[in-house]
């Protein structure tokens, strides 16, 4: 039934609406394992990857056949600039999607009295952001029984970490979209719920510091994930292809080298997202 509440042609020509079913596709998540695993005493402690399951199962109709008509617009002799400007529209809808995810996640954050429902995200947030007092940081967010130790980083070795995770990230996508065209929105849907639940530690429980929250952690992370999105439809695009057997033919070819140029710029704006992260958003917080 979900997936009727709207199309890729429909998403494609109004992106924004994709805001609001990223927003209700995920706080059906949250609540669903706020009220049916959170009293659970082993699938409590994996609130936080429930959350986000139950997110990529809503969101995957919508993904695969967005791809599937990317995959179908790639037309042999087409110029690449041409099929990039095309392409604008589906990783536009991919973004409002994912920022409807991002707000959803930091409001329930907010709302919900315990952090169990994000407790693998606050862990992964303390490991990027206070690594040298990870134990502490899991702690102070309500997440109990953590212990591990990471050394103190320099900027530059913050850089380093930070983009090489993100290409770590990156690779994953790439590969979920190969094997699975429309799987990559697990690892998206992922770093959705990392950010939202990083927003709503910022915020400290206090909905009215939500935007400035937003700004916050979307100076660095509207490119990062743009880069993300644009490798999940360039391996999904070859993906869609070898399913409707496409291989070897003048129509693959082309779409492959779409999707070389895709994840080319999906780096360089990587690379630019790292920077921003280490370098520019704590000049302003």
Known sequence: MLEMVINPKKAERHPWEMFFIGALYSSLAVLLVRLVFA????????????????????????????????????????????????????????????IGFTVAYAFWYNILPTTESFRQQIETYCMINRPANFDACVRQYGIKDVTTTTPF???????????????????????????????????????????????????????????????????????????????????????????????????????????LNLIIIAVITLVIAAFLEVFVTPLFF
């Not at 969101?59 to 095309?86: D, N």
């Not at 292809?241 to 082309?254: D, M, Q, S, Y």
């Open 153 to 259: 980083l320099t900027n530059t070795e913050r850089l380093f970490l930070i983009f090489t995770n993100n290409m770590y990230v990156l690779l994953f996508t790439l590969i979920f979209s190969l094997i699975f065209g429309a799987g990559a929105i697990f690892i998206l849907a992922w770093n959705a719920s990392v950010i939202g639940a990083a927003m709503g530690i910022f915020s400290n429980f206090k909905l009215s510091a939500l935007p400035l929250s937003f700004l916050r952690f979307f100076i660095h992370g509207l490119p990062e994930i743009a880069a993300y999105f644009t490798v999940a439809l360039a391996g999904g695009m070859v993906s869609v292809a070898v399913i409707k057997h496409e291989f070897g033919t003048e129509k693959f070819w082309e779409v492959l080298q779409d999707s």
């Open 39 to 98: 009293k659970d005493a082993v699938l409590a402690e994996s609130g936080g990857v429930l959350v986000v399951t139950l997110t990529v199962l809503f969101s995957l109709p919508f993904m695969y056949y967005t791809l599937k008509l990317e995959e179908s617009k790639v037309i042999p002799g087409q110029g690449t600039w041409a099929l990039l400007r095309e392409h604008k529209r589906a990783l536009s809808a991919f973004l409002w999607l994912f």
